[in-house]
């Protein structure tokens, strides 16, 4: 479960390098609600916390823009969205709309102006981009443009008011009085609470408003009823009205609506908004009209109307909204380079959801666009008369990068391979198409666009040949299909490109032995498979061919006696299952000196007894209890008290205390059902606390900090879910930040921040899933010596000396390490050497000193130390040896004089 700091401690934290957890959807609603409360700038400030790789990270920095520009704070509103168009990303419209409008709010309108061209290139059909374009052509006096601006964006939404609006101002400017009251009107139509534009009409058709006319223009196709308005007929005590309201509005639209009449011609209001008042005339429903638009008053006896005449308000609500509908269907646009006039298709929410035609028998033909609802294209292509899709088609994601690539004849069929991406832009899959069905190899690729597994298709469904593969391009697994499922060998490979793990499959379940190797060849483990469980024998070995462990499986859970060895043989310990799989019975601990030092007995599970012995056998501690609640101590079988707690119904619960040899606390915390949880701290043999973090359910979760033996902080970060997550830093002694690194799921991703002792930023990285795919060095004066990028993971990886030479150097693949890794001195000289094969240290490692001597040799084998690792002087004397099996000292230990003789000699 995500867990959040809260609010004042994220607001307040007077420690900049404190590292707090940011549960980002927490984050967005706190700042809305701190926005409601007029604290925009302790908003900001949370958003701000939310890191760039966070899913959320757009959607904040939007909502962010959006306070700042409410705030009249323009200039941070252009800057910040300057950096936040660089990357595509499914806010930008938004953030392309708050960017204008920040130049708006300056008056600078020719770069608001242009801001807006560049969102109109990505979305369009974006009718807000179209009204903010014609909102600057208004500021700029210049009405024509802006009129026309305003129209484009009702015939993309005829619902959106505040267009409507617009176009009463620039008609009431214009002079053209009846071409102002229908925008008006239909204004109020749709935002029926505006009282504001209320009261304009009323001005208006009481000759009220001085500006009317001081923007005189020609063509005014309603000459005639601007004439009769303002002849004031309607104030005439002959003209009786329906509506029993006393205001100019209600007498002049009652005179209005009754001598309409049809006409045809092009004009706008002609064309879209004279209909819509026809139909209201011919339908009897001026009177609804006036009632409706008179909302806004608060007036008892409009709303007691209204309540009185619901079934009018309806009949007159469909009349409106089935006209509105209407300005949208058909317009003329360009599609894929074709203009004609096409449908427009729409969400329910009004926002546009495709442009494109259909025949009588209703199926696509044609070219067609498709749009995410905040206006980006999410598909286009053709389809023919048949209504089956031919030529290219492209489909986006709501960021605007390509997700989908298809290919098809003139017929319908498939004519290409299809390919996938994902929403950072790297290739995903590539499927190749033989008449319509998957034909052929099937190449899925990593976030760094090099393939990580094959699979063939044969009309439509895998079968034959398959194998993922590693990032540094290895081979992983090989595998075969056979309609559709696994069947056959199934060979996982280590890097190193010798065998795994062998299975076999039957049509997709696993069958019969299993074997898994380690590096060197040597069987780690075996058992066997009936119908995809496990039953039989299982028998796991050490690196050097010992038996680790053996037992039985019956239905895929252990069962009878199972046993563990150390590496010499001899007994770990024992336990005992019952046939569902529960612990039942006897487990016995063994030394390695061969002594039983703890006996443990099990029903169902549940821990009965315990008995820990001394070396000698004598009991140390002892309990029993057939329902399993009792006291519980751990002891040592030198006589030292382990461990402190209770056991619940066999279960370890409640307070748990473990100690070290000398009696000092080493960890303490709660246990639930045997698992860590709540708050949890560990501590060094001195007292000093070590460790403190916190636990859900035994897995790591929440707060963790590490201190070294002095009480110096060196690490603090998050965990979720036993997975470290979010920003981490490490500190010197001093408490002077070393480095910061952010990760997603326990992998570096995004940046990694390093500092050199004396506080100046020695080099920065940016990860992707644990691979450097940028990097820049500094000098010791914090100046910038070195930046490249590696946007795939993939090239020459490498640290340079203030002189040019290199300091570090190795060719890597998807981030995986492909050649020899190695350091220099700052003269060109090599300092170190080690072998590597496909991402992982396997063979020799040489260290040296300036003169050219060894200091260090030893060998890796699949990432771990093997063999015999020699130590030397500076003058090349031996100065002491190890030796090492699957990365753990295990064996002799000699220490040399200077003479070469034997010191000491002991062993692990």
Not at 366 to 377: A, K, R
């Amino acid at each position: 479960m995500l867990k959040t700091l809260c609010l004042l401690a994220v607001l307040q934290s007077s420690n900049p390098d404190s590292v707090l957890f940011i549960d980002s959807n927490v984050a967005i609603d706190s700042a809305y609600q701190l926005r409601l409360d007029d604290k925009a700038a302790e908003a900001v400030m949370l958003l701000d916390l939310i890191n760039e790789e966070d899913s959320n990270y757009y959607e904040a920095q939007a909502d962010a823009l959006s306070i700042l520009n409410d705030s009249d704070r323009p200039d941070e509103t252009i800057q910040r969205s300057k950096k936040l168009i660089l990357q595509p990303n499914e806010k930008m419209d938004e953030i392309y709309l708050l960017y204008g409008n920040a130049y708006l709010k300056k008056g600078a309108l020719d770069s608001a102006k242009s801001v807006y061209d560049k969102g109109l290139d990505l979305y369009p059909y974006h009718h807000v981009f179209l009204y903010n374009k014609g909102i600057v052509f208004y500021r700029q006096n210049e009405l024509d443009e802006a009129e026309k601006w305003f129209k484009q964006a009702l015939l993309i939404n005829p619902f959106y008011s505040s267009a409507h609006l617009m176009l009463g101002h620039i008609s009431i400017l214009k002079g053209h009085r009846t071409k102002g009251l229908m925008s008006y009107m239909v204004y109020l139509f749709l935002d029926e609470d505006a009282n504001s534009a209320l009261v304009t009409i009323d001005n208006l058709t009481n000759d009220a408003i001085r500006y009317e006319g001081s923007n005189l223009a020609g063509g005014n196709v309603f000459e005639q009823y601007d004439n009769l308005l303002k002849s004031r007929a309607a104030f005439d005590d002959r003209f009786k009205y329906k509506t029993q309201f006393n205001a100019p509005i209600v007498k002049q639209f009652e005179l209005l609506s009754s001598k309409l009449k049809p006409q045809s011609g092009d004009d706008f209001w002609e064309a879209y908004y004279l209909p819509l008042f026809l139909k209201i005339k011919d339908n009897n429903l001026a009177e609804t009209t006036l009632y409706y638009i008179l909302t806004s008053t608060g007036k008892e006896e409009v709303m007691e109307w209204l309540e009185k005449n619901s079934k009018l308000t309806d009949q007159w609500l469909d009349i409106v909204n089935g006209e509105l509908y209407r300005w949208r269907d058909k317009h003329e646009a360009m599609v894929l380079g074709e203009k004609n006039v096409y449908d427009f298709w729409y969400y329910d929410n009004n926002d546009i959801n495709a442009i494109g035609n259909e025949n009588a028998a209703e199926d696509k033909v044609g070219s067609w666009v498709f749009f995410y609802d905040n206006g980006q294209t999410s598909a286009i292509g053709k389809y023919n008369e048949e209504g089956y899709k031919i030529g290219d088609w492209k489909y986006y994601f709501e960021n605007g990068r390509l997700s989908r690539e298809e290919y098809y004849d003139d017929n319908g069929d498939v004519s290409a391979p299809f390919i996938y991406y994902r929403e950072d832009g790297s290739k995903a899959t590539e499927v190749p198409y033989k008449d319509n069905d998957v034909e052929g190899i099937v190449k899925y690729y990593n976030s760094f666009n090099h393939v990580r597994e094959e699979t063939t298709y044969s009309k439509g469904q895998a079968e034959g040949k398959g194998q993922t593969f590693y990032k540094s391009g290895a081979k992983n697994i090989e595998y075969q299909m056979s309609e559709g499922k696994l069947n056959g060998a199934y060979m996982l490979y280590h890097e190193t490109g010798s065998t795994k793990g062998v299975y076999q499959f039957d049509q997709g379940n696993k069958t019969g032995e299993y074997q898994i190797f380690y590096s060197n060849g040597q069987l780690e483990e075996s058992s066997v498979y009936v119908d995809d469980v496990l039953n039989g024998a299982c028998i796991g070995y050490f690196s050097d061919g010992n038996i680790s462990y053996e037992g039985q499986f019956a239905e895929g859970e252990k069962v009878g006696h199972w046993k563990y060895y150390y590496r010499n043989g001899k007994i770990s310990y024992e336990e005992f299952y019952n046939d569902s799989g529960d612990l039942d019975g006897e487990r016995n601990n063994f030394s390695l000196n061969g002594f039983q030092s703890v006996k443990e007995v099990f029903k169902e599970d549940k821990l009965i007894e315990y008995a820990y012995y001394d070396s000698a056998g004598n009991v140390l501690s002892s309990a029993s209890d057939p329902s399993g609640n009792m006291e519980f101590k751990k002891m040592r079988w030198t006589g030292e008290v382990h461990g402190l707690g209770t056991l619940k119904n066999g279960k370890l619960s409640g307070e748990y205390t473990l100690y070290h040899r000398n009696g000092a606390i080493y960890q303490k915390g709660t246990k639930v059902e045997g698992l860590w949880e709540g708050p949890f701290e560990e501590y060094y043999s001195n007292g000093q606390l070590a460790v403190a973090m916190n636990y859900s359910g035994g897995s790591r979760d929440g707060h963790y900090t590490y201190y070294d033996k002095l009480g110096n902080k060196l690490t603090e970060g998050y965990y979720i879910d036993d997975e470290a997550q979010q920003w981490w830093v490490y500190y010197y002694q001093d408490g002077t930040v070393d480095q910061k690194v952010y990760y997603i799921d326990d992998e570096y991703q995004g940046r990694y921040i390093t500092n050199a002792a004396n506080g100046k930023l020695w080099s920065q990285h940016r990860y992707k899933e644990n691979a450097v795919v940028e990097y820049v060095l500094y000098d010791s004066s914090g100046q910038e010596l070195q930046h490249k990028i590696m946007d795939d993971a993939t090239g020459l990886y490498s640290y340079q000396y203030p002189n040019g030479n290199n300091s570090f150097a190795s060719e890597v693949v998807s981030g995986a390490y492909v050649s020899s890794k190695r350091h220099f001195y700052p003269d060109g000289k090599l300092m170190s050497e080690a072998e590597i094969i496909n991402g992982v240290y396997h063979g020799k490692y040489t260290n040296y000193g300036h003169n050219g001597n060894v200091l260090i040799e030893g060998s890796y084998e699949n990432d771990l130390k093997k063999g015999k690792w020699k130590y030397y002087s500076v003058n090349g004397e031996l100065e002491r040896e190890y030796d090492y099996m699957d990365g753990e000292l295990h064996g002799a230990l000699i220490i040399y004089y200077a003479n070469g003789n034997i010191e000491s000699k002991g062993s692990y």
